[in-house]
């Protein structure tokens, strides 16, 4: 009898989020699919003996390939993809089920609320952050060209209700590791494109993206890591300009 849903997963040092992202889908999942991109904690031996299946590849700088591969060695007919420090509610597991049970979808979008350093954002465009995360074997790949991009599917996408939880932040050290990481990738993909440094990221955009998450969004509603998640949003793009320039510099 072929697998109803399969949980897909791609994971470099992950050993103080996985078992409880595995934890949360038990019982939901007919097999876990784990691809580790090399971890050098202990992410592969907790997730093997939370009986989930792991594949050791190497690293990968666009972290979305490693989660394609681990989309391509699933065998269910349903696609779950999720990242080690997101988490379903029961909620959620049951929307799920009824779901994959009856489903017109090729795919649906999960609502998605993210934790950043005191509490989860209710505005400044964070919530609900809707996300393509479930989709049938064969509909849904990543294109693997940019950290950014979503899953694309091949079909009509539904939406579902309940919330899938998402605790990224939770130190202001940690989101600074993962803003450098995503700026550096961002300017790599404009230096490649041939895109010139200009006025328009220096200045420009981050004025426009701090107005509109922080006032048009109602990010002043979640105080300061509304205010905090705003600023340091719109800083991305002067920091990518950077980047860029140094780029062209060395060059």
Same mark, same amino acid.
């Given at each position: ?7 897909? &997963? ?22 876990? =699919? ?43 007919? !349903?696609? %779950? ?5 997101? *988490? ?19 795919? +649906? #979008?999960?609502? *998605?609320?993210? !934790? ?10 964070? #919530? ?5 995360? %479930? ?23 539904? +939406? &579902?209700?309940?919330? &899938? %939880? ?14 450098? *990481? +995503? ?8 230096? *490649?494109?041939?895109?010139? /440094?200009? =006025? ?6 981050? $004025? ?5 998450? #922080?006032?048009?969004?109602?990010? %002043? ?16 793009? /002067? $920091? =990518? +300009?950077?980047?860029? !320039? ?6």
């Amino acid at each position: 009898m072929p697998i109803p849903l399969s949980v897909v &997963l791609a994971t470099y040092n992950e050993e103080t989020n996985i078992a409880d992202c595995i934890k949360s889908v038990q019982g939901l999942a007919g097999e876990i =699919i784990v691809v580790d991109g090399s971890s050098t904690d202990n992410t592969r031996e907790i997730v093997k003996k939370l009986g989930a299946k792991v594949f050791k590849v190497g690293n990968q700088p666009i972290f979305h390939i490693n989660k394609q591969l681990a989309v391509d060695k699933a065998g269910g007919r !349903w696609i %779950l993809q999720l990242d080690a420090d997101e *988490r379903l509610t029961p909620e959620l597991k049951a929307e799920i089920r009824a779901a994959i049970k009856q489903s017109k979808f090729a795919g +649906y #979008y999960l609502p *998605r609320k993210n !934790w950043f350093l005191t509490k989860f954002l209710t505005k400044g465009g964070q #919530y609900p952050d809707y996300l393509i995360r %479930l989709f049938l074997k064969g509909k849904g790949h990543f294109p693997c060209e940019s950290v950014h991009e979503q899953i694309t599917i091949d079909g009509q996408v539904g +939406y &579902l209700k309940n919330p &899938l %939880l998402h605790l990224a932040d939770k130190k202001f050290s940690h989101y600074l590791l993962r803003f450098n *990481r +995503y700026t550096g990738l961002d300017a790599d993909k404009l230096y *490649r494109a041939g895109t010139k /440094p200009s =006025i328009n990221y220096l200045l420009f955009k981050p $004025i426009g993206w701090f107005l509109m998450t #922080y006032f048009r969004h109602k990010g %002043l509603v979640d105080g300061l890591p509304g205010f905090t998640f705003s600023l340091m949003s719109s800083l991305r793009f /002067p $920091i =990518i +300009y950077f980047k860029l !320039w140094e780029k062209y510099h060395a060059r």
